[in-house]
């Protein structure tokens, strides 16, 4: 994935960055429809970059793949999961039902701690492949 992003502001080594939408925001709608920005982030700089210039950044494409799947697909699975073990244990439908949102809500502590051990890690492989001030991206 490459996209852009203008720079908000710089503390040490992490930079917070407005990305700018790109063509595959499309049907995403997460972010409002008049603002250009889809949202910010703060990443780690390899280059050297000063506030309000524009960057290009990249990640590879399965990196993105693996958070889409850990964002969106485990938590499902661990709903699901939840419920076929809780029919081992109870015959009450209310039961399997709490078990499953339980697990549901284990999953996104799961992801929480993922975050927190191997989120820098993720960070550190956005690499910045170049700079531009401002007023020359948008000529």
């Given amino acids: 994935m490459k996209s ?7 503390k040490g080594n992490k930079a917070k960055v407005l990305m700018y939408k790109s063509s595959s925001c499309g ?3 997460t972010c409002t429809e008049g603002s250009r920005f889809a949202g910010e982030f703060e990443f780690i700089i390899d280059a050297p970059v000063k506030k309000d210039e524009v960057i290009y950044f990249e990640l590879d494409d399965n990196k993105i793949l693996n ?4 964002f969106y697909i485990f938590p499902v699975i661990f709903l699901f999961i939840g419920y076929f073990i809780s029919t081992y244990f109870t015959e009450k439908e209310a039961f399997r039902v709490l078990i499953s949102f339980i697990s549901f809500a284990v999953s996104f502590f799961i992801i929480f701690l993922i975050d927190k051990f191997v989120g820098e890690k993720f960070i550190k492989q956005i690499k910045i492949s170049d700079v531009f001030k401002s007023d020359e991206f948008c000529k």
Avoid at 4 to 10: A, H, K, L, P, V
Avoid at 67 to 70: D, I, M, V
């Fill in 4 to 10: 852009s992003g203008i720079i908000q502001e710089i």
């Fill in 27 to 29: 049907g995403c709608k």
């Fill in 67 to 70: 958070l889409g799947f850990l």
